[in-house]
């Protein structure tokens, strides 16, 4: 078969599927099962497909065709530019949450250096995209990483490993629960602020906060695949807004006199994260919105004279 009559193929069977990014995700698992980049498909699409790449892609199909999520199918996606490693045992990233980060970059733009906790971290992709953009303006950022999975913090490690440089290939967890490898990154397991110690400068999440009762109705690729750890933030609360309420009551502890946080928020959670940092002492409240006009990022300072 050809390779255009195999991107068609693809193309209908994913269509029949229902997934709306049918002809991009043919076309993506069709780069991946090749190996080949853009160009060179564009040039061989005339080309017949060797037998060994016609046998992966068709696989790929069928399990994108299943709902599976694209990006675990090909164990990578692009965030802010970088190449990030993912699988089963992190989110996804979003570009909404690539605001985030930019949000972040703006706020501590005179701090040349700068300690930052990236909570929740999951593939990794908010600190290190902070700590690659802050390099690039020859900042320096002392930066942990932390996550209650060390599955997730595998994936963050093998990210920071092909993004930042070589650390400690062994994850070998102290007794409280602190990796570190490169002198200027840690990777932390600890749930919430257990096993972190020291004061910061920015204090930046995306934790759980999807109400339990509204995954099911999310898109499958979501609630069928994603891990329901990072996703649900109800916990035993209602109101979807558990994660925050702990974060925000115990960031004070590790921030700084004139310290940040920065937080990604559901669409619907403004008014109840906008109350919590007011009631834990923190100023300069401001949310903003994301690239669909949703209510998705909150910042705040530490108010120190509370």
Known sequence: ????????????????????????????????????????????????????????????????????????????????????????????????????????????????????????????????????????????????????????????????????????????????GEKSGKSDITLTASDLFDNISGKFDLIISNPPYIKTGDIESLMPEVADYEPRIALDGDVSNPDGVAFYKEIIRKAGEYLNDDGIICLEIGHDERDAVAGILVDNSFKDIKVSKDINGLDRIVTAGLNKHK
């Open 1 to 176: 078969m050809r390779y255009f009559e195999l991107i068609n193929y693809g193309k209908e069977k994913l269509a029949a599927a229902d997934i709306d990014t049918f002809s991009y995700d043919a076309r993506e698992l069709l780069l991946y099962a090749s190996g080949m980049t853009t160009e060179t498909l564009l040039s061989s699409v005339r080309d017949e497909c060797p037998s060994e790449t016609e046998e992966k892609y068709r696989l790929c199909i069928k399990r994108r065709s299943e709902r599976y999520p694209l990006q675990y199918i090909m164990g990578y996606t692009y965030f802010m530019g970088y190449k990030m490693k993912v699988s089963p045992d992190v989110l996804i990233p979003r570009p909404e949450t690539e605001e985030v980060v930019l949000a972040a970059l703006k706020l501590t733009d005179k701090n040349n250096s700068l300690k930052a906790l990236d909570l929740c971290t999951g593939s990794g992709c908010i600190g290190i995209s902070l700590y690659l953009e802050r390099l690039k303006q020859r900042k320096t950022t002392l930066l942990t990483m932390s996550d209650i999975s060390e599955n997730a913090l595998l994936v963050a490690e093998s990210n920071v490993d092909s993004l930042i440089g070589n650390i400690d290939k062994t994850l070998a967890f102290s007794e409280n």
